[in-house]
């Protein structure tokens, strides 16, 4: 690290050592999560936590209108600065079809911060699941309002409110980690006619990871060999941040220039960088390209098809995903031209011509705050109707441009979508440079520890690309690649996450054992003279890799 933290960064180190040597008697997380309304709501999470036994109130609001308005509220009582707290309960409205119900926290005097949202329904019960952190006294309440104060009346079953504490949900967190990123290993050391070794040495050392973490980058980064090996010494994935976008490799009709792109891509394929493809469209109009908004709707229809084309006949097999249409939720220029199957026909194009690409949606404000937008449950409900249709989508990319993150809510948001089974990505991350440095390291190592310890969550791609000695939100380095806060995170979670070199020597059994995350390794193990060198992978699962080497 070129920079250093002290007190806060040496607290937290301590902190996972003393969790990994301590007994926990604490709660464990419950990740369990729906997005299917029910005929009838589950039983509450943490049996009510401490809100076991409790009915909601109800109170008048007054809306700017003038308009009173009766919503539920549960009060709340000794909240703990500094506590995180796991919100849940199902609700049922009625006087309308459907409509984004909005759990927050706060106190008539004070600024409301939201828990989290679910778009509920008449005749089922919906699932809301969400957090916050306690960071005052001034949280007296939670109240539960449908998001544009409609007069609703709205029914509550089994709802919960379980604290844990800094440590505990750092442990669970960890736990998490060790099951869904690490594997027990048993290395068998024998002679050739299969007598374990006692006292045999070996040195095990992780050469690749599994989990996929990386960085966005830009032009500036072609040719700039300093630049390249302070990535090459960090990150196993990129993605191009504006290098295949469509203003970019055709600004004027007609003209493709993909000689960025392919300077870019020649260096990931060279150090075997798995490399994200973002985006082929995307529906807010002012990132589309000039020249394409000013096509009749059958010029439109060629034009894609045509883009399609181009891309995927120039770089088949060589991007991993693709971002096929970028924030859907929130835009809708292609489907307001083209019609209300223009995305699914993007999908089964794209397929067709790269069907070993996993194909994404790409969405804003799902995971980094409450935007009735952009629920969970619109997304949730927005991959199934294209699924629904055919459409050979199977990636869900959550942007990750946060503001201050809500780790519980995250978690929960996570939780939710990991229903629907498809692999998860964090592929823009940053946080906003409304905040010091020093601020925006702390609320990035939260983020990709949500991120990493979620065994729903494939990778994450962080927002960071250096351009013009600057970047969009967040750098993680100085111009002169200095770590700044944000890069010395990233080195310490690089660290952590690694099994790193192992030494040691065999049991009485011949075996030596451990736990490691996964990916490559190579093991180097000597007795008596005799060296030989091998190679193991560690892929998912909950069963001990046996591995054995003869002598």
């Not at 009735?372 to 869900?396: C, F, H, P, Q």
């Not at 020093?438 to 494939?458: C, K, M, N, W």
Request: glycine content about 6%.
């Amino acid at each position: 690290m070129k920079r250093m933290r002290s007190h806060a960064m040496f607290s937290l180190s301590f902190l996972y050592w003393m969790l990994s040597v301590s007994p926990y008697d604490g709660p464990l997380y419950d990740s369990s999560a729906f997005s299917e309304c029910k005929q009838y709501p589950e039983n509450p999470l943490y049996g009510g936590g401490i809100l076991k036994d409790k009915l909601p109130e109800f109170q008048l609001f007054t809306r700017a209108d003038g308009i009173t308005v009766n919503f539920p509220i549960f009060k709340l009582q000794d909240i703990t600065p500094g506590t995180i707290y796991s919100f849940s309960t199902w609700i049922k409205i009625k006087n309308a079809d459907s409509a984004v119900i909005t759990a927050s926290v706060g106190d008539k005097d004070s600024d409301e911060l939201c828990v989290g949202t679910v778009d509920a329904k008449a005749g089922c019960w919906s699932f809301l699941k969400g957090g916050f952190v306690a960071s005052s006294f001034n949280i007296s309440s939670i109240y539960l309002k449908n998001s544009d104060e409609q007069d609703l009346e709205i029914e509550i079953a089994s709802a919960s409110l379980q604290p844990f504490t800094e440590q505990q949900w750092l442990l669970n967190q960890q736990t998490k980690i060790n099951m869904a990123r690490k594997r027990a290993v048993t290395i068998h050391i024998s002679n050739k006619q299969g007598v374990g070794l006692e006292n045999a040495s070996l040195t095990v050392e992780q050469v690749s990871k599994d989990f996929l973490l990386g960085s966005a980058i830009a032009y500036t980064f072609i040719g700039n060999t300093p630049y390249q090996n302070w990535f090459l010494e960090r990150f196993n994935a990129a993605v191009f941040e504006d290098e295949i976008k469509w203003y970019t490799t055709e600004p004027k009709q007609g003209q493709l220039n993909y000689t960025l792109a392919d300077e870019l891509l020649e260096f990931v394929r060279r150090n075997q960088i798995t490399v994200r493809g973002h985006n082929i469209f995307w529906e807010d109009p002012k990132y589309t390209p000039a020249w394409v908004q000013n096509l009749t709707d059958s010029e439109l229809k060629s034009a894609v098809n045509s883009r399609i084309q181009s891309l995927m006949s120039k770089y088949k097999d060589e991007f991993v995903h693709w971002d096929v249409n970028n924030e859907l939720l929130h835009f809708n220029f292609y489907e307001q031209r083209l019609g209300p199957n223009a995305t699914l026909e993007f999908y089964r194009t794209v397929h067709q011509q790269d069907p070993l690409a996993t194909l994404f949606l790409n969405e804003f404000n799902v995971v980094e705050t409450c935007d009735s937008t952009s629920t969970v449950d619109k997304y949730i409900a927005k991959i199934r109707e294209l699924k629904e249709d055919g459409m050979s989508m199977n990636g869900i990319g959550l942007e990750g441009h946060f503001g201050a993150p809500n780790p519980p809510r995250i978690r929960s948001t996570l939780d939710k979508l990991a229903t629907l089974g498809l692999p998860i990505w964090l592929t823009e991350v940053d946080i906003s440079d409304t905040f010091s440095k020093e601020t925006q390291g702390i609320y990035l190592e939260q983020v990709l520890r949500e991120g990493f310890s979620h065994p729903a969550v494939d990778g994450i791609m962080m927002w960071s690309a250096i351009r013009r000695n600057k970047c969009y939100r967040m750098c993680l380095t100085d111009p002169d690649l200095n770590n700044l806060p944000t890069g010395d995170v990233v080195d310490k979670l690089l660290k952590e996450w690694d099994t790193g070199i192992l030494k040691g020597q065999t049991d009485e059994h011949g075996s030596y054992s451990f736990y490691g995350f996964l990916g490559e390794y190579k093991l180097t193990a000597s007795y008596e003279g005799k060296v030989v060198d091998a190679a193991f992978s560690l892929s998912p699962s909950h069963e001990t890799k046996h591995f054995s080497v003869q002598l």
